[in-house]
């Protein structure tokens, strides 16, 4: 909780924060009345209030409200993210300070995602990615996802994680969207007003912020990952207009929106290697590696890392139109009322 002490105009000249005890969000099982279905061969197209889900062995193929597409990629499994100052300095594969050189080492920074398992389902499908690194061997991370289609064109996303021993310090475990270029205005509701992770909130607090993608993230001189937010609720990206898609994490995420994919900023050595290709990449986690600091030698702590085990995630998204003010969108979405 944060009370803000502010002027007539706005301006905030003081606040303090209070930390109250977080809780899961119940989420009332997915309603499919109202959801119409056309199975083909290799596909399932899913239709509700006005929403289109599309469905393929792949994962979701298209995912549109009005005609209009909410996404051009994803959601999909990622566990990579290109390397921060403090996770190891990539242009220098010599020096063996911090996490990058065990990460490539490992494979991370390569591995290869396949579906093993598939099957449609009442308003959706289920499916078993299987994750492999060269650097591992015989091991693999196995994600059981499961997506469906609410009556009200909700988009619900369940992942189940399976980490083995042998994948020890991961860099992340989450999904990786690819939005329309257009949706560059951000409003959420975490931990803010600057980029923060699990090891690093002790200059931030909770409220909802208001951002455009551009600006998110700091622009480091080397490219890089950046712009995470933690223990985010939800998270809107819209047009002008105010339309386009609302992200909701009952359990809560980590959270970054960039103009740039973690693929490119890796091979980036310089900003003006940057070209982007149109798109809003956002990530969003159930947990991010904490950075620590390779600079000074101080590694990252043992709570902060992503550690071997079971663990489940749930992501709910749905479309804008302009007309709901961002709150209120929210709250319907995660089916509680978060005035009380």
């Known amino acids: 909780l944060v009370v803000e002490l502010c002027d007539a105009d706005g301006d905030c000249a003081a606040y303090e924060g209070f930390t109250l005890h977080p809780r899961r969000l119940p989420v009332e099982a997915a309603p ?202 939800y998270a809107a990206l819209t047009d002008d207009a105010g339309r386009g898609v609302l992200i909701a994490a009952p359990g809560r995420m980590e959270f970054s929106a960039s103009l740039y994919s973690d693929d490119e900023l890796y091979v980036a050595a310089h900003r003006s290697d940057l070209r982007g290709d149109g798109k809003v990449h956002v990530y969003c986690d159930l947990i991010q590696r904490g950075l620590g600091s390779s600079s000074t030698r101080a590694i990252t702590l043992e709570q902060y890392r992503v550690k071997p085990g079971y663990c489940e995630f749930e992501l709910l998204l749905l479309p804008l139109d302009g007309s709901c003010r961002t709150a209120e969108c929210a709250k319907h979405l995660l089916g509680v009322d978060k005035t009380r």
Not at 48 to 62: N, Q
Not at 154 to 182: H, K, M, N, Q, S
Request: proline share 6%; glycine share 10%.
């Open 32 to 233: 499919l009345a109202g959801v119409g279905c056309e199975k083909r061969a290799d596909a399932a197209i899913y239709t509700a209030a006005g929403t289109t889900l599309e469905i393929d062995r792949s994962g979701v193929a298209a995912f549109a409200c009005g005609g209009r597409a909410l996404l051009l990629g994803g959601p999909r499994v990622h566990l990579w993210r290109s390397p921060t100052d403090s996770d190891g300095i990539k242009l220098m594969p010599k020096r063996k300070q911090g996490i990058l050189p065990l990460w490539r080492e490992w494979g991370y920074d390569r591995m290869h995602f396949e579906t093993a398992a598939f099957e449609f389902t009442d308003g959706g499908a289920k499916a078993t990615v299987a994750v492999t690194a060269p650097g591992k061997p015989g091991a693999k991370v196995e994600v059981r996802t499961e997506t469906q289609l609410r009556g009200d064109g909700a988009l619900v996303c369940r992942y189940a994680f399976d980490v083995p021993e042998a994948f020890t310090d991961l860099p992340r475990l989450g999904v990786e969207l690819e939005l329309p270029g257009e949706f560059s205005n951000i409003v959420y509701r975490g931990m803010g007003p600057i980029e923060n992770y699990c090891d690093r909130d002790s200059a931030v607090y909770e409220s909802v912020f208001y951002d455009r993608v551009e600006s998110f993230a700091f622009p480091y001189i080397l490219p890089q990952s950046a712009g995470n937010r933690t223990h985010v609720l």
